[in-house]
């Protein structure tokens, strides 16, 4: 079977998998980083009226004079009042800011420039900003801003709020079946002897799930036997995706094909050109896509965030492209082997405030403490030459 590159193995995970398309209506402080169904519509216009965007007086312009000018002060208009009085000539009105602004006002004075005296207001060297948020200025009523398939953030739900809205229909979290295998793994936090370890990636993962949009479902941990992994497997045919952590290499005591096989698995690549995690899987049984991911935790931490991310946004119906930030290096890095190299690093500042990429030393596909110092992946292509101190290098984040 063809081993993959990177980019290509991306593609063929993308093709294969169809967004669920459900849906749901939450509540806007629930929709951060969801995936809007269908266009968004404004139900109202902002501002309804002309408002003031500073403290002060509003007055008609003409009045103005270079000069001092003396205007009657007839009342006051706060945010929110409804303006009853007409501006008319020689006269203002206190507002403040986001006051509607009365009939006849086509300017604000801010209230630094005007002193108060006996009724009157005196205006002096005032200056030439007119501060007046016009109507319909921020957007119109059936003005439309996001389109389908759009990912809310902060922001967005903000101006859907003043949009008027209160919920918002999303497309539904999809559900992923996550899966640890071997023999050697035990539970997180659970009492181990010395030929024990905790299956410390399967947490991890869980966690990149639930902050992509997904609902991850814990399988748990399958023993090194096709009986152990079947059963398991098949409960997970029946969530969107299922994940599985091991067994995707070469080896007698790797059963994840194995054991798929009987479950009618259809396989779409198995390895990729890649360093850390040549060992990937891919492939379907019963129009449930599967990821085999590396057993070696560092392997398939960077896989989820280069394979799976993409495949929950894409259950979504949000096309995710990664974010690729040029860097410079801050010291020499060696020539690179025959596979895309994705090298942990994070990112430095010089006394210059400069930003550099900086590779870490340890680069072992097992090591942890390693990859929790990570910030970012450095790409090399294979077979790429030395690259030198301050030369630009591509980076993913892991943020």
Known sequence: MKVNSVQEAKKIILDSIKPINKSEIVSLDACMDRILVGNLRSKRTQPAFNTSSMDGYAVISKDIKKS??????????????????????GSALRV??????????DRVIIQENCKKKEGYILINNPETDYYIRKQGEDFVK??????KSCMLDANKI??????????????????IAVLANGNELSEAGEKLNLYKQ?????????????????????LGIAEDSIKSLK?????????NMIVTIGGASVGDYDLVHKSLDELNFKLNFWK????????LMFGEAYNTPILGLPGNPVSSIVCCHLFLKQSILKLQNYEYQDSITELKLSKDMPSN???EHYVRGYVSKNSKNQYYATPLNNQDSASLSSLSMAEILIIRKPKEKKSLKNSYVKTISLK
Request: glycine share 10%; aromatic share 8%.
């Open 68 to 89: 001092l000018t003396k205007l009657k002060l007839i009342g006051e208009i706060k945010a929110g009042d409804i303006p009853k009085l007409s501006l008319k000539s």
């Open 96 to 105: 403040f800011t986001g006051s509607f602004l009365p009939k006849g006002s």
């Open 142 to 147: 059936d003005e439309i801003f996001f389109n």
């Open 158 to 175: 903000a101006l859907a709020g003043a949009m008027n809205h209160k919920k918002l229909r999303v497309f539904k979290r999809p559900k």
């Open 198 to 218: 905790p299956a410390s990636t399967k947490p991890a993962i869980m966690a990149l799930i639930k902050k992509w949009g997904g609902i991850p479902v814990d």
């Open 231 to 239: 059963s398991k497997l098949r409960k997970g045919l029946k969530f």
């Open 272 to 279: 990729i050109k890649m360093r850390p995690g040549k060992p």
């Open 337 to 339: 082997g025959d596979r």
